[in-house]
């Protein structure tokens, strides 16, 4: 019998979770777009951005998802020849170099693997290597989605100070923004890629691009840049439509307004990333706990280095593939699938997957998830400790 009848939950790490009240500022007629109130939204989105970024920076607005923005990203910084290091800590890492590479950028990657954080001391001693300063930018994803890694940005902006090198640091925070804590002005971030549907609750299709002034500068010698991704007009727009290259996205921008209006002014940004690392340490212990039997483990082992956004674990011998299938189709949970843990076709490919807890999630949310996991896991006679749900729950309730 299935139990699969009712409300779906999507505990996939993006889109996530979107508030009712976004998708109700969405659902109205089309505005003017040339004059009048989506002017003045516009205006007020943009200066929020800044605010949810910690950033007095300039902010470009996409129509796009994640992966535009790595291209708005190459297409400004970079002409063809030039370097970047990529500091990779999983799959979209990767993605983001071989974007680059695609567009005419060498790429020298250093590779910190699918378990453990970016070395700041490894990032400092390739700077130091590069003493014709080839490298123009260091490539940083905050959060890698796929292995639920969170890297130190304000340690690896340190690096390139202690090597005295003037690379940009450009910092892919596409999985973090709104979870975890992110200070653009304080870390010495010159650019980072975000987009709407994730910590920001909105649905796919915008994404943005915070650029230092020092990166305002290096643009001007790009000659990656086309008229689409060029971010000149996009900051600095002397006509509302340059904004967007375009049309705006106007019901997007709604569902923005409403979104950063939740976020910054009635919940707040540290209670925001408060919340989030709450029901992270609540999805770590479930997960600690089953894995006292069996094969059942989180891929990141030290929690200063673990996403407050979602959560990548392995159960072995192709449960978590099973188990994601069983809570599907039996109590209409949707768990995210394992991204670059392992080859598709091999012997382990069925045993990775990812819970998400970002964006409009809370308490009873997150433990209805992990309860149906556990639910799954005695169905399906996977071996786990006992306990996972009262250990989650204990969290909860010292936080609460």
Same mark, same amino acid.
């Given at each position: #019998? ?27 007629? *089309?505005?003017? +777009? ?114 639920? +890694? ?41 650019? #980072? ?7 920001? $609750? ?75 690392? *709450? ?33 990548? *674990? ?22 995210? +699938?394992?991204?670059? $843990? ?15 807890? #970002? ?36 969290? +909860?309730?010292?936080?609460?």
């Amino acid at each position: #019998m299935s139990l699969a009848h009712g409300r779906s939950y999507l505990a996939i790490p993006g889109p996530s979770v979107m508030p009712e009240r976004v998708l109700a500022a969405m659902h109205r007629s *089309a505005p003017n +777009i040339y004059e009048g109130d989506l002017v003045d939204l516009t205006a007020q989105v943009v200066a929020d951005l800044r605010r949810v970024a910690m950033s007095t920076s300039h902010v470009a607005i996409y129509i796009t998802n994640g992966h535009g923005t790595w291209e708005a990203s190459v297409a400004n910084l970079f002409s063809r020849g030039d370097k970047v290091l990529s500091l990779q800590t999983g799959r979209f890492g990767q993605g983001w170099a071989a974007h680059a590479a695609a567009m005419g950028v060498t790429v020298e990657a250093l590779d910190f693997g699918l378990k453990t954080p970016v070395d700041p001391a490894r990032v400092e001693a390739a700077l130091r290597a590069d003493r014709g300063h080839e490298i123009k930018v260091v490539f940083l994803t905050h959060v890698d989605t796929a292995t639920s +890694i969170r890297n130190d940005v304000a340690a690896v902006r340190a690096a390139l100070d202690a090597a005295g090198h003037p690379a940009l640091l450009a910092v892919d925070c596409i999985a973090s923004l709104a979870c975890d804590e992110f200070r653009f002005d304080d870390w010495g971030v010159d650019v #980072m890629l975000a987009a709407s549907q994730k910590g920001l $609750m909105v649905p796919p299709g915008l994404g943005f691009v915070w650029v230092s002034d020092k990166a305002v500068a290096a643009a001007h010698k790009a000659d990656l840049r086309t008229p689409y991704w060029d971010w000149g007009p996009r900051l600095a727009p002397e006509f509302y439509y340059q904004h967007f290259c375009g049309t705006a996205p106007t019901h997007h921008l709604f569902g923005m307004a409403e979104s950063l209006k939740m976020i910054l002014d009635e919940e707040g940004l540290a209670q925001v990333w408060a919340r989030h690392r *709450a029901l992270a340490r609540a999805v770590a212990a479930a997960f600690e706990t089953w894995g006292e039997a069996g094969e059942i483990a989180l891929n990141v082992a030290d929690p200063a280095s673990r996403a407050a956004s979602v959560t990548a *674990a392995r159960i072995g011998n192709g449960g978590a593939q099973r188990l994601r299938t069983w809570c599907e189709q039996s109590a209409g949970v949707t768990l995210g +699938i394992g991204l670059g $843990m392992a080859e598709p076709g091999s012997a382990t490919a069925g045993d990775f997957l990812r819970v998400a807890h #970002m964006g409009h999630v809370n308490a009873h949310m997150t433990l209805g998830v992990l309860a149906v996991m556990e639910a799954g896991m005695q169905a399906l006679a996977i071996p786990h400790g006992a306990g996972g749900i009262q250990a989650a729950a204990a969290v +909860i309730a010292a936080e609460a």
